[in-house]
Structures are given as C-alpha cells and as structure tokens.
C-alpha cells in the first residue's frame, strides 16, 4: 500500500484513540524537552582567560565571562570574541535528579 492512499476497511473507532493516544504521548515528550532544555556555556574569570583557554572556533559559539552568575555573556563575531552586554545565568541549581551520596552505597569498580 502506497502511503498515500487511505485504507477504506479501517475501523475509525478504534483508530482514533490509538492516534489520540499517540498524539498525548507525543505532546508529554516534546513538552519535556522544552522544560529540559538548556544551554551549557563555560564560564571564564576574563576575557584574557577566555581568549587563551576557548579559542574562538566557529561563528555564534558563546560563552561566559566573569567571576559569578549572572555573567556577561560573550559571542564569536568575525572570528572575535565580543561581549554581547548581556547578562545571563541562573545561579540555582536543579538538584532533582542528582542522586544523594547516602544512596550510592560502597562503589568497588568503575566500567568506563
């Protein structure tokens, strides 16, 4: 069957929930993404810093400077480093799904 045509036999029924029902799933997956979504930028304590440790590497690439969040963030602009004016960061931290040191028990072996 090509897939553009429509199957006439189908029972509508039982099709909707089933497509409905992928549909939630498929809502709930991508509203998780947005909420999980971030960027991660490194944080340097001077331009000078960023500038020897994060060479510039491709046009747009960001990252931070100073010595606290909210910092200045930084843009490559004509292959330079160029502070944006900008502020940003969060200094909170999600601690949600980091996993307690009481609950890790005895660690005999790393697998790598």
Do not use: C, H, R
Not at 8 to 30: H, K, M, R, Y
Not at 31 to 54: C, G, H, M, R
Not at 67 to 85: D, E, I
């Amino acid at each position: 069957m090509a897939t553009s045509q429509i199957k006439s036999d189908t029972n509508w029924g039982e099709a909707v929930s089933v497509i409905n029902g992928n549909f939630a799933s498929l809502n709930q997956a991508v509203e998780k993404a947005k909420a999980q979504t971030s960027i991660k930028l490194p944080l340097f304590s001077s331009v000078s810093d960023l500038n020897s440790k994060y060479p510039p590497a491709y046009e747009g690439q960001m990252a931070l400077v100073g010595t606290t969040l909210p910092a200045t963030l930084y843009k490559v602009q004509s292959n330079v480093w160029t502070s944006t004016g900008t502020s940003v960061g969060n200094p909170s931290a999600v601690l949600s799904e980091v996993v307690a040191y009481d609950s890790l028990g005895q660690v005999d072996e790393v697998t790598v």
